[in-house]
């Protein structure tokens, strides 16, 4: 190694001039002519030292060491081959890498961009769950929760990914020769901020600038694309489901619903009917959640062209019944509708205030004649039923008591009721009773709790005449006779007898049922007795008397269905309307088809955003194997990325090297407890010199002042 003295000069400062110490030139061994890299011999002279080469290969290192160096002057026009005499130098023979030695560093590239392969495989997941309900502890609720990550985890990963991308390519550019202005627009963007900010500190523009931004700029990007792939919205979905409900026209189940074991659940269910309170009374589903069906001919404005009468803008509507119609099958937390097909018993009456007493039991039939049905079968006759307890009591007395499904003449009964303490005023009123049909549209909005007939009309098409009604005993809609030759007197003379029983008779006052006319938010509060049930007029009475027969008569068909233990048929009886064997006591159900419209909360997935993210997740991979493939062709050491390579032939901190093909990392790793600084190496002489060295015995480094010139 040959060891050349520096020209020595001097600089002026100020009026003064001063003398640069001497320095050695160290041309390190490794970088002259291999085949001349071996040392034979070490000849130490003043100031320097000389070493002849000889013609075998060194066995082992050899320590080259030099004397301490003397403060010798040395001109101030410092050249690039000018230096101060080292310390210690460790010189070891290496080949350069090969492709082994930097697998490991490739291998380590590459998987850190296949970390990418989460984002593709999130992007698929979220094509395939497009549409699919979020539900708790799915995945899409996964997928929802994973997407709000993206804006920071993948920043993260793509700094990484290309940050290792651009030291690998100006290591690889830099082994082929490269300009140190593009070296270090290369260097100065392995992150987004350095990458613009390099452009308004080193302001270097080249084809590259461009290129690099752009590259940058998919980050922020990539983020964003992985937020946005999926999202949350609102989802009608639509399907058909099955809903039953109570067939009103089954006269077969009434027989076993009078016996004395039902009797006094029929009369609960009517008394906590009455009972309820008025907002239950008037509004959409009665106390047992069951469908209130609005009365046809109470309705005051007119129908459209189609004959449906909206009921969303009647807030005063009155009901059919203070029951409504139990019913099953309507989906829960969705909304649907379906059609409602039902009929009704109704009441035209003409109501008389009369004084006077009421007339003698026995002479009931010289009094009140029965009424002649043209076509009957059957001679008249007349039928009396009152409370057994109150002799004073209301009477309702059925002047048509053999009135068949088939008579063209309606059934005609009469209600008498006496006012007190006076028993002066006499109600006196007889009334048709009718059958209307009618179809409801019914709405539920989120469950069966919360539903409601938006529409009514009369049904189109009926089967039976309007005098046929449930007393008569027709079965599912079609007219026929009773079942094993029972007739509709006995369905009637039943429901009736059990009607007048079912409250019990307060002396010298209203029972329930007749409070009801005058007061029905409060038919179980006593009012004044004086009052006529009657004055309330014709059609007010014929209204209210339908109401309290309709609830009997739904209480009579299934007392616990109607308190809220209405169940799904059979299978063999779900479309047939026969009566639920097993139900206690036994009814029919009526079938009918809701549409559901289900409000879900879905996962949606945005197909241009999944195309953004696939592309970028990709570039992720291809820029992971090219820095791998970068890594593998390399063949010197790693001197960028690594303080300590700048470190390299530097004689004011000169550090064991066992090699220049020694990575810096390596050299970092062994030296990490060698102390630098960077300061000034000529402390002592008027201008200073500001380099990294070592501070120590043999090299004083002095912290730079404000005061001070420095060369």
């Known amino acids: 190694m040959d060891i050349a003295n520096t020209q020595h000069g001097s600089r002026q400062v100020g009026d003064k001039a001063y003398q640069a110490p001497t320095t050695l030139d160290i041309v390190d061994p490794v970088?002259?002519?291999?085949?001349?890299?071996?040392?034979?011999?070490?000849?130490?002279?003043?100031?320097?030292?000389?070493?002849?080469?000889?013609?075998?290969?060194?066995?082992?290192?050899q320590l080259l060491v030099d004397p301490e160096p003397k403060q010798s002057q040395h001109s101030s026009d410092w050249t690039e081959s000018s230096s101060l005499q080292p310390k210690t130098t460790t010189c070891n023979i290496q080949p350069a890498h090969r492709w082994t030695d930097n697998l490991e560093s490739a291998i380590l590239s590459f998987a850190v961009a296949l970390l990418a392969v989460y984002f593709l495989v999130f992007a698929g997941l979220a094509v395939k769950n497009d549409g699919i309900e979020i539900e708790e502890g799915s995945q899409t609720e996964w997928l929802l929760q994973a997407a709000g990550y993206g804006p920071s985890v993948f920043p993260i990963l793509f700094a990484a990914v290309f940050g290792q991308l651009m030291a690998a390519i100006a290591s690889w550019k830099l082994e082929k020769s490269?300009?140190?202005g593009l070296l270090e627009q290369i260097l100065a963007s392995r992150s987004l901020g350095s990458a613009f900010f390099s452009l308004l500190s080193l302001r270097i523009f080249s084809l590259w600038t461009p290129v690099i931004l752009l590259l940058w700029g998919l980050s922020p990007l990539g983020g964003q694309s992985a937020l946005r792939v999926v999202s949350s919205e609102t989802d009608n979905a639509e399907s058909m489901s099955d809903v039953y409900y109570l067939n009103v026209h089954n006269g077969t189940t009434l027989l076993d619903s009078f016996r004395d074991r039902h009797k006094r659940a029929i009369n609960t269910v009517f008394a906590a009917a009455l009972a309820s309170t008025n907002s239950s009374k008037r509004g959409p589903q009665d106390v047992f959640g069951n469908i209130h069906i609005p009365m046809l001919e109470a309705q005051t404005h007119e129908a459209g062209a189609d004959g449906w009468l909206d009921m969303t803008m009647n807030t005063a509507s009155m009901d059919v019944a203070l029951l409504g119609l139990p019913h099953i099958g309507a989906a829960a937390q969705a909304n649907s509708s379906f059609m409602l097909e039902t009929s009704y018993l109704m009441l035209d009456c003409d109501v008389h205030v009369v004084d006077g007493e009421f007339p003698l039991r026995l002479n009931e039939s010289k009094v009140y004649q029965a009424q002649h049905l043209p076509g009957s079968r059957y001679a008249p006759s007349q039928a009396l039923y009152n409370n057994p307890d109150s002799i004073y009591g209301s009477v309702l007395r059925d002047l048509t008591a053999e009135h068949e499904w088939n008579d063209t003449l309606p059934r005609r009964i009469g209600f008498q009721s006496r006012s007190y303490p006076a028993q002066s005023k006499d109600t006196?009123?007889?009334?048709?009773?009718?059958?209307t049909y009618i179809e409801a549209h019914t709405v539920c909005g989120g469950g069966p709790r919360d539903c409601m007939v938006v529409a009514i009309r009369e049904l189109p098409k009926q089967q039976c005449p309007p005098t046929a009604t449930a007393l008569d005993e027709i079965n599912k809609f079609k007219c026929r006779d009773g079942i094993y030759g029972i007739k509709g007197k006995y369905t009637a003379a039943t429901f009736f007898a059990q009607f007048m029983n079912a409250m019990p008779s307060r002396y010298g006052e209203y029972t329930p049922v007749e409070q009801y006319f005058l007061t029905p938010e409060l038919p179980f509060v006593v009012g004044n007795n004086s009052i006529p049930i009657g004055s309330i007029g014709n059609t007010l009475f014929a209204q209210?008397?339908?109401?309290?027969?309709?609830?009997?008569?739904?209480s009579t068909l299934a007392p616990y269905a109607i308190a809220g233990n209405f169940t799904y048929p059979l299978e063999d009886t779900k479309q047939s309307s026969e009566p639920i064997a097993d139900a206690t006591p036994a009814y029919g159900v009526r079938a009918t088809e809701a549409t559901v419209r289900e409000q879900r909360t879905v996962l949606r997935c945005h197909k241009l955003w999944v195309a953004v993210l696939?592309?970028?997740?990709?570039?992720?991979?291809?820029?992971?194997?090219?820095t791998a493939v970068l890594s593998i062709l390399r063949t010197g050491p790693l001197v960028l990325d690594d303080f300590a390579s700048s470190l390299r032939n530097n004689p004011y901190a000169l550090l064991q090297q066992k090699s220049s093909m020694e990575d810096g990392t390596d050299v970092a790793r062994r030296s990490r407890h060698v102390k630098v600084q960077l300061g000034d190496v000529q402390p002592e002489e008027e201008v200073g010199y500001i380099a990294v060295a070592r501070p120590g015995p043999n090299q004083i480094v002095a912290r730079i002042r404000r005061n001070r010139v420095y060369a």
Request: hydrophobic fraction near 45%.
């Open 31 to 61: 970088t002259t002519d291999i085949s001349q890299s071996v040392l034979a011999t070490e000849e130490t002279v003043v100031g320097r030292k000389h070493v002849s080469a000889a013609s075998h290969e060194l066995s082992e290192p």
């Open 178 to 180: 490269i300009t140190l």
């Open 428 to 435: 006196r009123a007889w009334c048709n009773i009718t059958t």
């Open 544 to 554: 209210r008397f339908s109401q309290l027969l309709n609830t009997y008569w739904l």
């Open 614 to 626: 696939v592309v970028i997740s990709v570039l992720l991979i291809g820029a992971g194997l090219t």
